[in-house]
């Protein structure tokens, strides 16, 4: 990935624990490394097709004087949030505010806070058997497009799929949804999980019916084995109503964990049940 900097970005603002930092401010120093493509503006010699760091800049500077934060920590998160939010051709960022008047006592060259951020490309699994099944999804995806740490939203064909598990039911409405997002994995499960509730979801019989049914399938190459966020998905290189949509969406995807495309998984599973 290409790099846009900006460094020593000096901006006079008013953020720090006690209140005579934010009442008087003091000079702080931002450095930021932009990644994203520069090739078709560098090929074109044309600005509109390239983040414009002057108003990267002007965008920096006017946040952080327009609020007051305690921390330099909490600074740096909303500022990097600003950039991800109004320049939509930027990737991923670093971002570090240096604070050279701190007050610590001693003699010091300066402190900082240093940040990398950036979106993450996500897969989910949906579904859902009771009720009005498509309205529960429809409006799942809806929820998902509003929120502002959400962005390319894409979803795959409603498949109708028989239970799975053992539990007599009525059959599924699955698919598989990809987007891009600033949230980390475990704050991105929270957010499911609240869209599920919202939905009336109710968790009484272990893959027993649901109004609504959001699970991580891929984050990245992300991987965690933790009880309440097991990533990627443990089970479903098993599942063909996971595997079927989401092959629409990324066939060649790897997981990450088995070295095995989805398209590859799903073969793999179409001739085991031949």
Not at 29 to 57: M, P
Not at 80 to 104: G, N, T, W
Not at 190 to 206: D, M
Request: a negative charge; aromatic letters at 10%.
């Amino acid at each position: 990935m290409d790099e846009i900097r900006i460094e020593n970005l000096e901006i006079y603002a008013g953020h720090g624990v006690f209140e005579d930092e934010n009442r008087l401010g003091q000079p702080f120093f931002v450095d930021i490394i932009l990644y994203t493509d520069t090739r078709a503006a560098g090929e074109r010699d044309d600005l509109s097709l390239s983040t414009h760091y002057g108003e990267v800049s002007h965008l920096v500077n006017r946040f952080l004087k327009e609020h007051t934060y305690k921390l330099i920590e909490t600074a740096a998160e909303k500022t990097a949030e600003q950039i991800l939010f109004h320049f939509p051709l930027v990737q991923s960022l670093d971002l570090e505010i240096r604070k050279p008047k701190a007050p610590i006592g001693l003699p010091f060259g300066s402190v900082s806070v240093k940040i990398h951020r950036g979106w993450k490309k996500v897969y989910l699994g949906i579904g859902s058997n009771l009720g009005d099944k498509e309205a529960y999804m429809e409006n799942a995806v809806s929820r998902l497009k509003a929120d502002k740490k959400i962005r390319a939203v894409r979803t795959s064909d409603w498949i109708v799929t028989k239970p799975y598990g053992g539990v007599e039911q009525d059959d599924f409405l699955n698919g598989a949804i990809s987007l891009q997002t600033l949230y980390s994995p475990s704050e991105l499960l929270h957010l499911l999980q609240s869209v599920e509730k919202e939905a009336g979801r109710e968790r009484k019989i272990h893959w027993g019916p649901r109004t609504l049914d959001l699970d991580i399938l891929f984050y990245e190459d992300f991987i965690s084995d933790e009880a309440d966020l097991m990533v990627p998905h443990p089970d479903m290189q098993n599942r063909e109503f996971v595997l079927r949509p989401l092959d629409q969406l990324c066939p060649y995807y790897q997981h990450p964990l088995l070295h095995k495309t989805v398209r590859q998984m799903l073969k793999e599973l179409e001739e085991k049940h031949r």
